[in-house]
């Protein structure tokens, strides 16, 4: 069964950096499209970007260039950086998995963290 | 982008009721790549239905999906305590995907 699991700082400044990694078990991340989506509170689901096990990427254009996705094979993981937040960018950031045949759906999805911007 | 509208934004019904919940998208597209996505409170979304009425692996048969076009359909077919959630559509024909706002199913 594939788990995934977020990890990273709860708490960031605004101006600063957000910084997540999502762990993969059950499966190896050397297939699939990798995808982080967000929840601010209260509110529905908006997707940041997808990556793949060879460093492709994608990304939403409404977060314009502030996003950068990294993969690390070796750790099964795959990371989101987020720079210049505000308070708009708190939310739960979710990490999820690609079905295989169909790319930006979601078939597995880690439990969530919450990142709150606030100085 | 494609926008997804969903309605009503609350409903409210008694066990064992059917329920109907509606998606309407901003433009036609291939109803192939087109998802709902179950919320309970203070979980991570699940995959319920994808290319518009194929049920996801455990989904029981309660939940079905229907739609094309523009407009898609979530049916509950006999509401149980267990499916107190939110509901969120999905398409994921274009990028950047998008979903709906949610439609929160609750028990009267």
């Known amino acids: 069964q594939v788990q995934l699991q977020e990890s990273g700082p709860g708490l960031v400044k605004p101006s600063e950096t957000l910084s997540l990694t999502c762990t993969v078990s059950g499966g190896s991340i050397s297939t699939y499209y990798w995808t982080w989506i967000r929840q601010p509170p209260g509110k529905g689901l908006e997707w940041i970007g997808n990556i793949y096990h060879s460093g492709r990427t994608d990304h939403n254009p409404s977060l314009k260039s502030r996003v950068s996705m990294s993969v690390d094979t070796s750790n099964n993981q795959f990371s989101l950086k987020v720079s210049s937040v505000t308070a708009a960018d708190t939310a739960v950031y979710y990490c999820?998995?690609?079905?295989?045949?169909?790319?930006?759906?979601?078939?597995?999805w880690g439990l969530g963290t919450l990142v709150t911007v606030s100085s | 982008e494609i926008v997804l509208t969903q309605s009503p934004g609350t409903l409210s019904l008694s066990p064992g009721e059917r329920a109907t919940l509606s998606c309407r998208a901003s433009q036609s597209f291939n109803s192939s790549y087109f998802a709902w996505y179950q919320q309970k409170p203070g979980q991570a979304p699940r995959l319920l239905i994808y290319?518009?009425?194929s049920r996801a692996t455990g989904i029981p048969d309660r939940f079905s999906g229907s739609g094309s076009g523009t407009d898609f359909t979530l049916t509950i077919s006999s509401l149980q305590a267990e499916d107190v959630a939110v509901y969120y559509c999905q398409q994921y024909y274009s990028t950047p995907p998008t979903f709906g706002q949610g439609t929160k199913v609750e028990i009267k």
């Open positions: 999820a998995r690609e079905r295989g045949t169909s790319t930006w759906l979601f078939d597995y």
């Open positions: 290319g518009a009425s």
